[in-house]
């Protein structure tokens, strides 16, 4: 499911829906940082298991809002500090593996304006990380899904209000 942006009920509706069709449903946080000519790049992780490169995401958290928890997994996964939009960016679908079969997982993702990157992490050796354009994190990304959201953010206009706090940016 591509979706642009949704509302926090249009959200819940939406997970409330997939917990009775028995569907999976995580927190992602996408990474955002400015270069020096105000540029946008994006951080990519490499997933524990398959090495392919994903954005932070995990489960949601028990008191916390999805952002918050997708926050969460920013910082744990590659060390990455920041403001949230609080609103999703969209959503995307994957197959995920479990032990004994695979589970289709929709993933909620919400954008992360990175301030800083700590000196150690949580996942710091079990993970690489790069920091991409856009376009670029697109192709990289296998779930086409979450290729589309990425190429979707320049016609985001809250997001890219969000980015570059209400001064112009380049993709």
């Known amino acids: 499911m591509y979706v642009l942006e949704m509302t926090s009920q249009e959200a819940e509706d939406q997970r409330q829906r997939m917990r009775k069709e028995r569907y999976s449903h995580q927190v992602a946080a996408l990474p955002i940082r400015l270069n020096e ?3 946008v790049e ?17 489960w949601p958290m028990k008191g916390l809002r999805d952002d918050e928890a997708a926050k969460v997994e920013a ?17 995307y679908t994957y197959w995920r593996r479990t032990r004994v079969d695979f589970r289709l997982t ?30 670029d994190a697109a192709d990289l990304v296998l779930e086409p899904e979450l290729s589309s959201l990425l190429v979707g953010i320049p016609g985001n206009r809250r997001a890219c209000a ?7 940016i380049q993709f």
Not at 162 to 168: Q, T, W
């Open 162 to 168: 969000f980015i570059g706090r209400d001064e112009p």
């Open 37 to 39: 000519e105000r540029r």
């Open 106 to 135: 929709i993933v909620e993702v919400y954008a992360l304006r990175v301030k800083r990157q700590k000196k150690r992490w949580k996942e710091q050796s079990q993970r690489k990380l790069i920091w991409a354009p856009v376009l």
């Open 42 to 58: 994006v951080c990519l992780v490499t997933s524990r298991t398959t090495g392919r490169w994903i954005i932070p995401k995990g």
């Open 75 to 91: 910082e744990e996964e590659a060390g990455l500090v920041g403001a949230m939009l609080k609103a999703s960016l969209g959503a």
